[in-house]
């Protein structure tokens, strides 16, 4: 086989896995079983393609060659109770007529199958770990040894944990249909936040130079359109494409040639992408029209692309920023929404405002041995001209940081300090 | 990465009047086509553009640029349209260009839209503004 058509074996494969797993899941009800009829048929593809051709729809002849396999496997698995009984004509005929069922019913094609997949792969009762790492073995065709970087582990960890969470969606029967009312609730927040998940499990990397960390983003943001796009009544989905899109919109200016990361307000806003600007602000707009406004995602999003709109870092309207602080903390209270809409404060209101909010989290147990803390107070008190504390502050924030990059610009604005800046 | 598909049409490629506009069962046909783009999660943009009897061409020979107004005869392929789209690899973005319902005649062009990072480091300095 040449490697052209390798390559063009593949993509097809990347573009159709998710719909034919998904299929042969309705149909088998076991998506450890699907998968493996799935991976027969690819195999298929790559045995007979390079002769007779791809096909001209290699979608339809996939699942055609998976559901055979599917058949062959309920015929073999009858004919070992003949060892057991006797088998009569009527047991034969009645064995027929099952089999006919069964073809009817793989032809049986209603509804969203991907979607219901996306649903089962983010079911409760796995871990959280186990929905990302299955979700994306199944929709992101990354393999184990990939996605077991992804989660810095070791690859018989994560084909452990993949295989026990297809396992246990077998166990507990979980039904292969789409939620209804609460428990669909339940299941999109689920959804949602495994998404994301995988989003920042990529985006707040500190080793930018990994080449599996841009992908993760990537794979996260395609997993959310697909979402939107299937899902397209549901307000909180559109905020978290939007979120993860203004958030990627700034990946090129996160980091300087070095790799050395650059503050949000000292990026170069011409290396933003524009294109992820423009959808994140119409996903949101489109959350905010759905009546999603108070979302916990849309908020956050909200908060982005205030960034996002404005040209230079001065023009950012800081006072809405600080409104959206206040409603997510309302909805997500947590010291670290608190601390970051101190920040805010500070930029809306001066640094003197900010201070005692900052103060008061001092004692929060939550934050103990976060280095932002320390960094944001040390930000503050110089700005407020209390040099000194500013510097211990800045040292304090340095020696708590794991992250090289970050202890070097800490020292460095420590220093700062020093000489009265 | 990302790719762009430029639709070149047959129906552009001759002396496609101003006012056309492209038949209802086409149309339909693409919406189908850009719904399964945007169902796999790849599709980040499309348009599609007036007939290029309604174009102009700006021609830059070194003097003062000079301006043509559209049809275009000298050229066969003009873009008709494009989508943008988010692709694993080239063949991923050539598999789905091949799936579109095009009419006999069409082509497709399939480019990859370059990225930041693909530059020389003082190229990427230049482009700073």
Same mark, same amino acid.
């Given at each position: 086989?040449?490697?052209?058509?390798?390559?063009?074996?593949?993509?097809?494969?990347?573009?159709?896995?998710?719909?034919?797993?998904?299929?042969?899941?309705?149909?088998?009800?076991?998506?450890?079983?699907?998968?493996?009829?799935?991976?027969?048929?690819?195999?298929?593809?790559?045995?007979?393609?390079?002769?007779?051709?791809?096909?001209?729809?290699?979608?339809?002849?996939?699942?055609?060659?998976?559901?055979?396999?599917?058949?062959?496997?309920?015929?073999?698995?009858?004919?070992?109770?003949?060892?057991?009984?006797?088998?009569?004509?009527?047991?034969?005929?009645?064995?027929?007529?099952?089999?006919?069922?069964?073809?009817?019913?793989?032809?049986?094609?209603?509804?969203?199958?991907?979607?219901?997949?996306?649903?089962?792969?983010?079911?409760?009762?796995?871990?959280?770990?186990?929905?990302?790492?299955?979700?994306?073995?199944?929709?992101?065709?990354?393999?184990?040894?990939?996605?077991?970087?992804?989660?810095?582990?070791?690859?018989?960890?994560?084909?452990?944990?993949?295989?026990?969470?297809?396992?246990?969606?077998?166990?507990?029967?979980?039904?292969?249909?789409?939620?209804?009312?609460?428990?669909?609730?339940?299941?999109?927040?689920?959804?949602?936040?495994?998404?994301?998940?995988?989003?920042?499990?990529?985006?707040?990397?500190?080793?930018?130079?990994?080449?599996?960390?841009?992908?993760?983003?990537?794979?996260?943001?395609?997993?959310?359109?697909?979402?939107?796009?299937?899902?397209?009544?549901?307000?909180?989905?559109?905020?978290?494409?939007?979120?993860?899109?203004?958030?990627?919109?700034?990946?090129?200016?996160?980091?300087?040639?070095?790799?050395?990361?650059?503050?949000?307000?000292?990026?170069?806003?011409?290396?933003?992408?524009?294109?992820?600007?423009?959808?994140?602000?119409?996903?949101?707009?489109?959350?905010?029209?759905?009546?999603?406004?108070?979302?916990?995602?849309?908020?956050?999003?909200?908060?982005?692309?205030?960034?996002?709109?404005?040209?230079?870092?001065?023009?950012?309207?800081?006072?809405?920023?600080?409104?959206?602080?206040?409603?997510?903390?309302?909805?997500?209270?947590?010291?670290?929404?608190?601390?970051?809409?101190?920040?805010?404060?500070?930029?809306?209101?001066?640094?003197?405002?900010?201070?005692?909010?900052?103060?008061?989290?001092?004692?929060?147990?939550?934050?103990?041995?976060?280095?932002?803390?320390?960094?944001?107070?040390?930000?503050?008190?110089?700005?407020?001209?209390?040099?000194?504390?500013?510097?211990?502050?800045?040292?304090?924030?340095?020696?708590?940081?794991?992250?090289?990059?970050?202890?070097?610009?800490?020292?460095?604005?420590?220093?700062?300090?020093?000489?009265?800046? | 990465?990302?790719?762009?598909?430029?639709?070149?049409?047959?129906?552009?490629?001759?002396?496609?009047?101003?006012?056309?506009?492209?038949?209802?069962?086409?149309?339909?046909?693409?919406?189908?086509?850009?719904?399964?783009?945007?169902?796999?999660?790849?599709?980040?943009?499309?348009?599609?553009?007036?007939?290029?009897?309604?174009?102009?061409?700006?021609?830059?020979?070194?003097?003062?640029?000079?301006?043509?107004?559209?049809?275009?005869?000298?050229?066969?392929?003009?873009?008709? &349209?494009?989508? /943008?789209?988010?692709? *694993?690899?080239?063949?991923?973005?050539?598999?789905? @260009?091949?799936?579109?319902? =095009? $009419?006999? &005649?069409?082509? /497709?062009?399939?480019? *990859?839209?370059?990225?930041?990072?693909?530059?020389? @480091?003082?190229?990427?300095? =230049? $482009?700073?503004?």
């Amino acid at each position: 086989m040449t490697g052209d058509l390798g390559r063009t074996i593949d993509a097809i494969w990347r573009i159709e896995s998710a719909t034919l797993i998904a299929g042969l899941t309705r149909l088998t009800r076991d998506v450890g079983l699907a998968e493996d009829l799935a991976q027969d048929a690819l195999l298929a593809a790559l045995e007979q393609w390079p002769t007779a051709g791809v096909p001209r729809k290699p979608g339809a002849w996939l699942m055609t060659v998976a559901k055979r396999r599917a058949i062959d496997g309920r015929r073999r698995a009858p004919m070992l109770d003949r060892s057991h009984a006797e088998l009569g004509r009527d047991r034969d005929v009645s064995q027929e007529e099952a089999m006919l069922a069964f073809h009817e019913s793989l032809d049986d094609d209603l509804g969203d199958d991907v979607l219901r997949l996306l649903f089962m792969a983010c079911h409760p009762v796995l871990a959280v770990e186990a929905r990302a790492a299955l979700t994306l073995r199944l929709f992101g065709h990354l393999g184990t040894a990939d996605i077991a970087r992804a989660f810095l582990t070791r690859e018989s960890t994560m084909a452990q944990r993949i295989v026990r969470a297809k396992r246990t969606l077998a166990e507990a029967r979980v039904d292969f249909a789409m939620p209804h009312g609460a428990e669909r609730a339940e299941r999109l927040a689920s959804v949602l936040e495994v998404i994301y998940l995988v989003f920042n499990e990529g985006y707040s990397a500190t080793s930018g130079d990994d080449w599996m960390r841009p992908s993760l983003c990537e794979e996260a943001m395609r997993l959310g359109r697909i979402l939107a796009a299937r899902a397209p009544g549901d307000p909180d989905v559109h905020a978290l494409l939007a979120l993860m899109e203004l958030h990627a919109s700034r990946a090129a200016a996160r980091t300087d040639r070095d790799g050395n990361p650059v503050l949000l307000l000292e990026q170069d806003r011409a290396r933003w992408d524009r294109l992820l600007i423009q959808r994140g602000l119409a996903s949101l707009e489109r959350a905010l029209r759905l009546g999603g406004a108070l979302g916990p995602y849309a908020l956050q999003a909200g908060i982005v692309a205030c960034h996002a709109r404005a040209r230079t870092a001065v023009e950012t309207d800081w006072v809405k920023i600080v409104a959206l602080y206040d409603a997510l903390a309302q909805v997500m209270p947590s010291p670290v929404v608190e601390l970051n809409r101190a920040v805010a404060v500070s930029m809306a209101f001066g640094a003197a405002e900010a201070l005692p909010l900052v103060e008061a989290l001092a004692e929060h147990r939550l934050l103990d041995g976060y280095h932002l803390l320390p960094s944001v107070r040390a930000d503050l008190l110089q700005r407020v001209g209390r040099f000194d504390e500013a510097r211990h502050e800045f040292e304090r924030a340095a020696s708590m940081t794991r992250n090289t990059r970050e202890r070097g610009l800490l020292r460095r604005r420590a220093a700062e300090c020093a000489t009265g800046g | 990465m990302r790719f762009m598909m430029m639709m070149i049409p047959a129906v552009y490629q001759q002396d496609t009047p101003a006012d056309f506009t492209p038949p209802v069962d086409a149309v339909e046909q693409m919406s189908r086509y850009n719904q399964e783009l945007q169902q796999a999660g790849v599709l980040l943009s499309a348009d599609g553009l007036h007939p290029p009897a309604t174009g102009a061409r700006v021609r830059f020979g070194g003097g003062k640029p000079t301006v043509t107004d559209g049809p275009f005869t000298e050229s066969k392929e003009v873009i008709g &349209g494009y989508w /943008i789209i988010a692709a *694993r690899s080239r063949e991923e973005a050539i598999e789905w @260009a091949s799936r579109c319902p =095009a $009419a006999a &005649g069409d082509m /497709i062009e399939v480019r *990859r839209i370059f990225d930041m990072e693909d530059f020389p @480091a003082d190229v990427q300095a =230049a $482009a700073q503004f």
